[in-house]
């Protein structure tokens, strides 16, 4: 047998005991980088999202809220997981005998890359799904909004409407018949009201 391919034997046998270290290892790192996505995930919605979901149309706002909630229930369950894998999971049986230390070792190997799996998968899904709702967020139609309705009271008399502006100014109050122009100037007080008597 040669140089190399003792060496390689030497290393695969070493390898055999230091295999759930280096998955924790993968593990740790995982965690490390879906701490950053969050995070970055977190601050560029904080910065560009919408400050009020109140004004979207309803059933754009219960698709925003159902995709944020897959959203942080994927990212939630990715660090969860990635945690378990980085850490393993507790357990009071302390193993003394090879045989149950190896078989114990093989089936944490296991079940920490296949935490790490998940992880990666969840991952994946919680920024698909931050994406797309970002992405509908930018374009989703807000309801119309209802000029208000007041009383405008001036010296020459009040006028009830809906009010805006004509020009400036100058205020258009539009009532059941017509509309009034009202200069700025000569308004004294105006008063919200729910209808026009």
Same mark, same amino acid.
């Given at each position: 047998?040669s140089?190399d391919?003792?060496?390689w034997?030497?290393?695969?046998q070493?390898?055999?005991f230091?295999q759930l270290?280096?998955?924790?290892? #993968?593990?740790?790192?995982?965690r490390?980088?879906l701490t950053?996505?969050?995070?970055?995930l977190?601050a560029v919605?904080?910065?560009?999202?919408?400050s009020?979901?109140?004004d979207?149309?309803?059933?754009?706002?219960?698709?925003?809220?159902s995709l944020?909630?897959?959203?942080?229930g994927a990212?939630?369950?990715a660090?969860l997981?990635?945690v378990r894998a980085?850490?393993?999971?507790?357990?009071?049986?302390?193993?003394?005998?090879?045989?149950?230390?190896?078989?114990?070792?093989?089936?944490e190997?296991?079940?920490? #890359? #296949?935490?790490i799996?998940?992880a990666r998968l969840l991952?994946?899904?919680?920024?698909?799904?931050?994406?797309v709702g970002s992405?509908?967020?930018?374009?989703?139609?807000t309801?119309?909004t209802?000029?208000?309705?007041a009383?405008?009271?001036?010296?020459?008399?009040d006028?009830?409407g809906r009010v805006g #502006?004509f020009?400036?100014?100058?205020?258009k109050?539009?009532?059941?018949?017509g509309?009034?122009?009202?200069?700025?100037?000569?308004?004294?007080r105006v008063?919200?009201?729910a209808v026009?008597?």
């Amino acid at each position: 047998m040669s140089v190399d391919r003792l060496r390689w034997a030497e290393k695969a046998q070493e390898l055999r005991f230091t295999q759930l270290d280096v998955v924790r290892r #993968q593990a740790e790192s995982w965690r490390t980088g879906l701490t950053g996505i969050t995070a970055l995930l977190s601050a560029v919605l904080i910065i560009r999202g919408r400050s009020d979901l109140a004004d979207l149309v309803v059933h754009y706002k219960v698709a925003l809220l159902s995709l944020f909630g897959v959203a942080l229930g994927a990212l939630v369950a990715a660090t969860l997981l990635a945690v378990r894998a980085a850490s393993g999971a507790p357990g009071d049986e302390v193993l003394l005998v090879s045989e149950d230390l190896e078989r114990w070792t093989k089936s944490e190997v296991r079940a920490a #890359q #296949q935490a790490i799996g998940r992880a990666r998968l969840l991952t994946v899904v919680g920024v698909v799904a931050v994406a797309v709702g970002s992405s509908v967020l930018g374009v989703a139609p807000t309801r119309p909004t209802e000029p208000e309705v007041a009383t405008v009271h001036t010296p020459n008399g009040d006028h009830c409407g809906r009010v805006g #502006q004509f020009a400036p100014g100058i205020l258009k109050i539009s009532g059941k018949t017509g509309y009034a122009l009202v200069p700025l100037d000569a308004v004294v007080r105006v008063e919200p009201v729910a209808v026009c008597p």
